[in-house]
């Protein structure tokens, strides 16, 4: 398998402009993660879904946020607009089943957002 | 709430000594453990896990890990470094919410190993 494959792998952009990462995980892993990590928050996690439904998404800063997996396959996170400080790199991740006793969680190589 | 405290942000070592980071963790239920580390410029990879049984984990590059509940601590460590070890460290614990389950991690631990 190739893994958790993560797109775009760097991105820098301007403040104000719509940014969307995708996320493509693990075949049959039913469950995903979207991570935020930053030198001053850590590795933060911003919402998580489960069997395509979306489970907690407390973690997601604030409107501008907005995450969806339309199939097992597939997911997006979008910012709009963007502001400078959500420069991070965004990391996706996928596991086998619900309960961590099912399997391990298996990270993307993330994607680094710049915002000037 | 379930949350994880590494008490220190960079730990410099030389190559072949004795290294420990440390890891915290609070919470009133049992729970699941681990380790991740991220090498530069890529995602984080499981180290190792407590689950359940044995106190002492191990992991296949020579770090292991005890689980010490009276402490609520689950320290990493490794008896002499490489400078491939040279990463960044991760606790972390899991929470269950909403018939679900997630890792919550710590702040990490900057692992620098000179020759």
């Known amino acids: 398998d190739a893994g958790v494959i993560q797109s775009p792998r760097h991105e820098v952009t301007e403040m104000g402009q719509e940014v969307t990462l995708r996320c493509k995980p693990i075949?049959?892993?039913?469950?995903l993660f979207w991570y935020r990590q930053t030198m001053m928050r850590g590795l933060e996690l911003l919402i998580y879904f489960n069997n395509n439904v979306p489970i907690d998404d407390s973690g997601m800063p604030e409107d501008r946020f907005s995450a969806k997996m339309p199939n097992a396959s597939f997911s997006t996170l979008k910012i709009q607009p963007s502001e400078p400080r959500d420069s991070a790199v965004y990391f996706c991740a996928s596991r086998l089943g619900a309960f961590t006793n099912t399997g391990e969680l298996f990270f993307g190589e993330g994607s680094r957002l710049t915002v000037l | 709430a379930q949350s994880v405290t590494q008490l220190d942000s960079q730990v410099p070592v030389f190559e072949e000594a004795p290294v420990e980071l440390r890891c915290n963790y609070s919470?009133?239920?049992?729970?699941?453990l681990f380790w991740y580390v991220q090498y530069p410029n890529q995602g984080l990879q499981l180290l190792l896990k407590y689950l359940s049984g044995s106190t002492l984990v191990e992991s296949i590059n020579g770090f292991e890990a005890e689980f010490n509940k009276s402490q609520t601590s689950f320290h990493l460590r490794k008896p002499s470094v490489h400078i491939s070890d040279t990463a960044e460290y991760f606790c972390?614990?899991?929470?269950?919410?909403?018939?679900?389950?997630?890792?919550?991690f710590g702040k990490g631990t900057k692992l620098t190993v000179n020759p």
């Open positions: 972390a614990v899991s929470r269950t919410q909403g018939g679900s389950e997630k890792l919550v």
């Open positions: 919470s009133s239920v049992s729970v699941y």
């Open positions: 075949s049959g892993h039913n469950s």
